[in-house]
């Protein structure tokens, strides 16, 4: 017990992904270069889909490792890639002092939100390490495809209209 | 292990992005930091799933539609991002100023 928490193997893979995620946080918000930022990002997407591994939630974070770590990070980066010209250097901001009151702006808000956070009384405070009765990804399933078919169909009309929008977008204007 | 640490995770994941967001100048840069956003809400619907009492699968039900939007959002941003870039030749968040009065 370390300041009242248990050491265990949840707990420690907890701090282990918790401290990848706001180091590469932290990267992403101070480096110079944007190509790192996107490298960076690449990290707190990983830490996420270990979160996510570590709430049982298996099918969900093989799904962000995909889908995030993989397919959006390569669309940030090519991006970046296809707006350079030259250098690729963050510009400074045009206002310090608007950076410094927004960091006041979200230290307090995140502090405010902490402290809601550990005055609530959660109605569960413990739980088992892998409390579904049966496999998350069976159970996923059976809710995607049984109780939110028709959500999960009009996703697909939403990805499709969605892919259609941004080609018709970013195509280049005929003369 | 308790419920309050992953809502912190996903405060703080909140506050960089949201920090981001507000003082980037780069507009790819701003549409990651609405990314961090979006992960911080997902860690929050996958933690209530995981311990609300019986575990409910719902919350990763939600987390799924919400990669699902975001993964739309992140191809018609990047496309607006490119029209915007073919038509002033910056990436630049101080030139986005098109409907600024």
Request: charged share 10%.
């Amino acid at each position: 017990m370390i300041f009242g928490i248990p050491i265990t193997g949840q707990t420690i893979t907890y701090f282990l992904l918790a401290l990848i995620i706001m180091i590469s946080g932290v990267m992403l918000m101070s480096l110079q270069k944007v190509m790192h930022m996107a490298v960076a990002l690449g990290g707190v997407f990983l830490g996420v889909a270990g979160i996510f591994i570590l709430l049982g939630a298996d099918f969900l974070g093989m799904a962000q490792i995909l889908i995030y770590a993989g397919a959006i990070t390569i669309l940030m980066v090519f991006a970046l890639m296809l707006t350079q010209r030259g250098d690729d250097t963050e510009s400074p901001p045009t206002n310090s002092w608007r950076v410094g009151g927004v960091l006041v702006f979200v230290v307090v808000l995140c502090a405010a939100f902490l402290y809601v956070l550990r005055g609530t009384a959660w109605p569960v405070t413990q739980s088992a390490v892998d409390p579904y009765t049966q496999p998350s990804v069976v159970l996923l399933a059976q809710s995607i495809f049984h109780t939110y078919t028709v959500p999960f169909e009009l996703v697909s009309v939403l990805l499709t209209v969605a892919l259609v929008g941004a080609v018709v977008i970013a195509r280049k204007e005929e003369e | 292990m308790a419920l309050q640490p992953f809502l912190a995770l996903g405060v703080v994941l909140f506050g960089l992005g949201l920090f981001g967001a507000l003082t980037k100048r780069n507009i790819i840069i701003v549409l990651i930091s609405i990314e961090l956003m979006l992960n911080a809400a997902n860690i929050n619907l996958v933690a209530f799933a995981h311990f609300s009492q019986p575990a409910q699968i719902q919350g990763q039900v939600y987390a799924l539609f919400s990669m699902a939007i975001a993964a739309a959002e992140v191809a018609v941003g990047l496309a607006i991002l490119l029209a915007f870039f073919r038509h002033r030749n910056s990436a630049d968040m101080k030139d986005v100023d098109l409907m600024k009065w």
